[in-house]
């Protein structure tokens, strides 16, 4: 079992930046892929961005590519998604996502097992 817990979302001007943090329990959650993924109001939750269990491998939805950045560091049991250049549509409530596998190219919500509550993110123009 793995749980998670997000943090860092707020409110931010467009062109901002935010670190947005993913606390993760459990011994083997260097061996997840980890996931973000975000949800805005009245549309589907979408894939951002994922990392292998090394953190050798990341993918990124085309939407964020160039500017967001996730990375991991397994010793602390965290996983971070650096947002940069944030645009108002990047505005939607953001959740981290892990399954028990150590890599692939997982983008679909059903392919991940744990979700955290999820954090806030508002870019205001």
């Known amino acids: 079992q793995v749980q998670l817990v997000e943090s860092g979302g707020g409110l931010v001007q467009a062109g901002g930046s935010l670190r947005l943090s993913c606390a993760a329990s459990?011994?083997?959650?260097?061996?997840?892929?980890m996931g973000w993924f975000r949800q805005a109001p009245g549309k589907e939750r979408e894939f951002v961005a994922s990392?292998?269990?090394?953190?050798?491998?990341?993918y990124y939805a085309d939407s964020v590519k160039g500017r967001f950045t996730i990375s991991r560091d397994n010793a602390k049991n965290a996983v971070y998604l650096q947002m940069n250049s944030l645009k108002p549509e990047d505005t939607a409530v953001y959740y981290c996502?892990?399954?028990?596998?150590?890599?692939?190219?997982?983008?679909?919500?059903?392919?991940?097992?744990?979700w955290g509550q999820g954090t806030q993110v508002t870019v205001s123009s």
């Open positions: 459990g011994r083997t959650f260097s061996t997840y892929v």
């Open positions: 996502a892990a399954v028990n596998r150590r890599y692939g190219y997982l983008t679909y919500s059903y392919e991940y097992d744990y």
């Open positions: 990392i292998s269990w090394s953190g050798g491998a990341t």
